[in-house]
């Protein structure tokens, strides 16, 4: 890829913008920095994530890349790790996610994911999200974790972000 592409397209980058109560979230380093930024929202005692949708997301057609949406769908392992204080530090890989497509994400749009934890057993962890464009759903997910007793690199979860959840 040209760097000088590149630069032009961040250059031009429209402004994040989150509605109010929404923090960045650390992400780690690598490929998560370069989806996000990600951020997030306690409502509920329960975390939210969000992002906007930039030109560095957008496909030919203008819309949302497929694979930002799953990749945002795979991010959502941060609110089951908020909602069970002792997974939060765990490094917890992906052993399977399923996306169904539902309406297009288009540039500018503020995408949410409305998470539910379904259960965590001894070495697994089983969540569904719901992500929106306000009142829109636009994709539905699934996902299986492996709980894998491992500390995650730091820097790489939620960690003690919100310590008061």
């Not at 719901?130 to 820097?155: D, E, H, N, T």
Request: charged share 20%; glycine share 10%.
């Amino acid at each position: 890829m040209d760097p000088r592409a590149v630069m032009e397209l961040l250059a031009g980058e429209i402004a994040d913008d989150p509605p109010a109560g929404y923090e960045p979230l650390p992400t780690g380093t690598g490929f998560n920095e370069y989806l996000g930024p990600l951020y997030g929202r306690l409502i509920d005692g329960r975390l939210r994530l969000g992002m906007r949708i930039g030109k560095r997301h957008v496909n030919p057609h203008q819309t949302c890349h497929g694979g930002i949406l799953a990749s945002f769908a795979d991010m959502q392992l941060y609110v089951s790790q908020q909602q069970e204080p002792e997974l939060r530090h765990m490094l917890m890989p992906t052993i399977n996610m399923t996306l169904d497509y539902i309406a297009p994400v288009v540039l500018g749009d503020w995408l949410e994911g409305h998470t539910t934890l379904l259960r965590a057993t001894r070495a697994t962890l089983f969540q569904q999200t719901l992500a929106m464009v306000g009142a829109r759903p636009v994709f539905r997910s699934s996902c299986i974790y492996r709980i894998s007793k491992q500390r995650a690199p730091i820097g790489s979860t939620l960690g003690e972000l919100f310590p008061n959840a």
